[in-house]
């Protein structure tokens, strides 16, 4: 019978649970994961068996427990880890999100989230579909896999309990401004062609007034929108590369090696 000190399960019981909380940060944050139908249960299981088979991989490197910080700041810092990177990822995806907002509130798909500002409410027909097929295509992408060497991979060369020195507010704030001037850039095209739709109604409105241009404006601005989309379908993978490609540089630099 081999025997077992308590000091080894110990120490093997907390990097267990280290491990498995900078995954469930991320699977709580990464819109690959963080599904609403995906229960938290099946998020904790999936990080707790993953860090299971981590565990191997981290303690052939892992400095004496008793050299580290307190367990509550430990889970601390681990946990932001994880959310952070998730996070990142999150920020990157909100150019397709507000290209999805400016078509369905252009389109006036979005009409009753527009009236009525319900967390529960859909954004929209147009901002649902371009919202899932993102996700659909960051799958194919393998996004997902990708995300899940990397966290392999810091947990060698970034130290529990420490935080990513490369993410810094600096950094931080670049990244959101890219993503927002993506989504700009995205939207354009859009805020073009409604601009011009609406001052070419307004102008018919002053030529004849009793037409009557809410119903008419309607049923024109509706196709339009799936016109709009129908022409970015073709790129929308190359969008979608390009929305993930800076918040994978900073999730990179983060879980790099230490200089």
Known sequence: MLPISPDWMTQTATLWMLISVRLLGCFMTMPLFAFRSAPM?????????????????????????????????????ELAVGLTSGWMVRIGLTAVDMLADVLSQQSGLSFAATLQQDANLASGLVGEF????AIALAFTLNIHLVMLELLAQSFKVLPLGTWPTAWNWGSVLGLVQ?????????????????????????????ISPQMNLFSVGFAIMIPVAFVVVVLLLPSFADLVQTALESPFELIRAGFGPRL
């Open 41 to 77: 249960r099946l998020r904790v299981l999936l990080a707790l068996v993953i860090a299971f088979a981590l565990v191997p991989l981290v303690q052939s490197d892992l400095p004496p427990i008793d050299s580290m910080p307190p367990g509550y700041a430990l889970v601390f810092v």
């Open 130 to 133: 371009l919202g899932l097929l």
């Open 178 to 206: 890219d993503a927002f001037t993506l989504g700009l850039v995205l939207a354009l095209p859009g805020i073009v062609i409604y601009f011009l739709f609406n001052m070419t109604q307004a102008i018919l409105a002053r």
